[in-house]
């Protein structure tokens, strides 16, 4: 394993990773770096939690700053170098938070166009020049008839590729990318590789290696696992008393379904438990909201379908119960991916019926990292 100061990375760039204690690259990052840095097109697969921002942020950021040293400025307004394409405003917003830690040294500009907010306010944010553009796939495509330009893009990245469902984001995708110079270099990370993942590398990816952690599609070490056997459909009950135990940091109850988990929600309200939803098909502001609540600590559960299971960095959840178990392992690896992050301590716990029993016995197999 290298250290950062391997990478001959610009000081400034050395000084914010000095300053946030980062000296080791995590094994993505080990993996992914020297390819990113050499200008290579890379496609990384990686456990969630496992340092895939950084590992495309830095190379980014190096290359933006070094073409400004060598008196390349940008000079053409609305024209970005780096785009990076993220499934939902959430992750854009993490996203664009690590690009931040490090541009109060390089003084690089970053701006985000994310589904959620008005074009109005997607407008504003792409006056005037700038380096770096984080944004979701369809507010791309409506600025591109506002005013924005690809035409000087080195850098695309797909984040969280394994996430961008939507049927119509294969042509998206091929639209965003024809409006680019005909060779920039292309990255693409996500926890799997998904058929549609497998489509989309195979559309826009030409004779790119897939770089795979060793972490990648099984669950941390980290992590301990608990099995509890749901009897005669009495489910409630038992998360009653799992609640009541408690535990370090907040809660994160998995549904199946919107309806299952709005039902869930009004049972743990009608018993005092203090936590709220976070599903599709509801009110974005709530939703966000919601979201901001838990991730600061104001209410200990959040209650949600497989939307919160990808993407989302919420550093102080100990404990995952799937209170409904998905029917597929992917599903569940991205669910139990929410804790035990970097490192720390999380636990998972399962409330299994008569009929997730197949899935268990493909879960019992799962080997941890080690």
Request: proline share 4%; glycine share 8%; with cysteine.
């Amino acid at each position: 394993m290298s250290s950062f100061d391997d990478f001959k990375l610009l000081p400034s760039l050395q000084e914010t990773l000095r300053e946030k204690g980062l000296v080791i690259p995590t094994e993505i990052q080990d993996l992914t770096l020297p390819k990113l840095f050499d200008g290579q097109s890379v496609v990384g697969v990686a456990e969630t939690g496992s340092g895939k921002t950084l590992a495309y942020v830095l190379p980014i950021l190096h290359l933006l700053k070094t073409l400004e040293n060598d008196g390349k400025s940008i000079t053409v307004d609305s024209q970005p170098r780096a785009i990076v394409i993220v499934p939902t405003r959430e992750l854009g917003e993490q996203v664009s938070k690590v690009f931040k830690t490090f541009t109060h040294t390089t003084r690089l500009r970053v701006r985000s166009a994310l589904g959620g907010t008005t074009m109005e306010v997607a407008k504003k944010n792409i006056v005037g020049s700038f380096e770096v553009l984080v944004a979701t796939p369809g507010r791309i495509l409506k600025l591109l008839k506002r005013g924005l330009s690809l035409n000087d893009v080195r850098v695309i990245v797909f984040d969280e590729a394994d996430q961008m469902l939507d049927q119509g984001f294969l042509p998206t995708a091929n639209q965003i990318v024809k409006a680019c110079p005909p060779t920039p270099q292309m990255v693409l990370f996500s926890a799997t590789i998904s058929p549609f993942v497998q489509k989309l590398i195979t559309k826009l990816f030409s004779d790119v290696q897939v770089i795979r952690s060793e972490g990648s599609h099984r669950v941390v070490p980290t992590l301990t696992t608990q099995n509890k056997l749901v009897i005669r459909g009495k489910r409630f009950p038992l998360l009653e008393n799992l609640l009541k135990k408690g535990v370090k940091g907040g809660t994160l109850i998995f549904t199946n379904t919107r309806e299952q988990c709005d039902k869930l929600a009004a049972q743990l309200k009608a018993k005092d438990f203090k936590g709220a939803i976070y599903r599709g098909e509801m009110d974005k502001v709530e939703r966000r909201s919601n979201l901001k609540k838990f991730r600061d600590g104001q209410i200990d559960l959040l209650i949600s379908t497989d939307l919160a299971s990808r993407g989302l960095d919420l550093e102080h959840v100990g404990r995952v119960i799937n209170y409904h178990l998905p029917k597929e392992v992917e599903n569940y690896i991205h669910r139990v991916g929410r804790t035990a992050r970097a490192g720390r301590p999380g636990l998972v716990i399962n409330l299994v019926t008569e009929r997730d029993k197949q899935l268990v016995k493909k879960l019992d197999s799962l080997k941890a990292i080690r």
